[in-house]
């Protein structure tokens, strides 16, 4: 039977986005709906509609939510109507190699709906297996995480995508331990989180890098203990200057752009790691490195997906340590809008004024 609702839709590269009546299916076996209360515009919602990511238009954006479950196919057990629930892009298969060798973090199979959400007759392909600006959506029962209800929607869907990403990325995927020097290059929703990840675990120097004097204000709150405005300095040699002349143990670059990447390289001290969670477009190459230098500097180069989370492990222990006040996600929400704001949000994230603007329904 399933329902019609309004949802945001990509339907052609770089133009934009519409507001659709789409179908969504009643949920198959082992698939749940989910009535989106918050989800979050993310960076990689842009680059769907730019085809940066793939051309498999028309797509149903949206990827970082919260909402309820509306009802439950055929062998669900994992939730039922009405739990408050984190939309995630790590359902993982429990099956595959990765997930049989107990590093489940990096699943090469990951579950989404079997079945297709559609736009007059025609599927659309939903961001990251999620399509979530939308008043329902269509997911496999492991995408969606139940979580303490007491968090507000718009701050737990933020969970779901960037700021996962950002804090997974230096304390899973960089390992940022106490007393480490971390440099975080690009300071919107994944940046910050990254820096805020690396202070709560007590990194002792935590140096946000951009190019955007506000974007660098804002980091300081997240818990940046230094500043460095790449557009007026050599970003390298001010973080060698912090660092004591050594450079950072851990360099994330969150911004997907090959001069950051050279950059973060060159920015770490040596045996240090750069993470890269920052998303290429298809285009892109890496930077020219003289391999004399990435053999003589040792460490670790490390693309990050996603902060290597696991939703079931990290999406309730983030929101507790937001309920106890230790890791803020109220402050990475810059405004709330509708369905219908979802454009305008795009042009001010790409003017950036904004950390995440957050579409609440
Ligand atoms: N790997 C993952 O799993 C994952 C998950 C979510 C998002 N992402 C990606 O992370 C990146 C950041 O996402 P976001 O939502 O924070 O985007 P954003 O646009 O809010 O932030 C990017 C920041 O980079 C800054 N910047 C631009 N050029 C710079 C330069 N040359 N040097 C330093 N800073 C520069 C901008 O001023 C901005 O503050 C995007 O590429 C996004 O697609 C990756
Ligand atoms: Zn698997
Ligand atoms: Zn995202």
């Not at 039977?1 to 076996?29: F, L, N, Q, Y």
């Not at 480490?180 to 990254?194: Q, T």
């Amino acid at each position: 039977m399933g329902e019609t609702v309004r949802a945001v839709v990509a339907k052609a590269k770089g133009e934009p986005v519409s507001i659709c009546e789409i179908e969504v299916p009643d949920p198959g076996p082992g698939e749940v709906t989910v009535k989106v209360a918050a989800c979050g515009v993310c960076h990689t919602d842009l680059h769907y509609r730019e085809g940066a990511i793939n051309d498999e238009f028309p797509f149903l954006l949206g990827h970082e939510a919260a909402g309820h479950v509306d009802a439950v196919g055929a062998g669900v057990t994992s939730v039922v109507p009405g739990d408050f629930v984190i939309l995630n892009w790590r359902a993982v298969c429990g099956q595959c190699r990765a997930c049989l060798r107990g590093r489940p973090q990096y699943c090469f199979d990951t579950r989404t709906a079997s079945q297709k959400m559609t736009l007059d007759g025609v599927e659309l392909s939903p961001a990251l297996g999620i399509g979530a600006f939308a008043e329902k959506t269509l997911v496999d029962a492991g995408q969606a995480t139940k979580v303490n209800d007491a968090v507000s929607p718009a701050a737990a869907g933020l969970l779901g995508c960037g700021v996962m990403a950002g804090f997974g990325a230096a304390l899973n995927t960089g390992a940022v331990g106490r007393g480490d020097s971390v440099a975080v290059f690009g300071c919107g929703g994944v940046g910050n989180a990254a820096i805020a990840g690396a202070a709560l675990v007590g990194a002792s120097t935590v140096i946000a890098v951009d190019v955007d004097a506000t974007k660098l204000e804002w980091a300081i709150d997240f818990g940046a203990t230094h500043t460095v405005d790449a557009s007026k300095c050599d970003p390298v040699e001010t973080i060698r200057e912090l660092t004591d002349g050594f450079g950072a143990d851990v360099c994330v670059e969150a911004v997907g752009n090959p001069q950051v990447l050279k950059q973060c390289f060159y920015a770490r001290d040596l045996a240090g790691t750069v993470v890269q969670v920052g998303v290429p477009s298809p285009g892109m190459m890496m930077p020219e490195l003289p391999m004399i230098d990435f053999f003589g500097r040792g460490g670790a180069l490390k693309p990050s997906w996603y902060g290597d989370c696991l939703p079931s492990r990290d999406f309730p222990m983030l929101v507790d340590l937001h309920l106890q006040g230790r890791f803020d996600l109220e402050r990475f929400i810059s405004e709330t809008i509708d369905l219908d704001g979802v454009e305008q949000a795009f042009t001010r994230m790409e003017a950036g004024e904004v950390l995440r603007s957050v579409v609440v329904l």
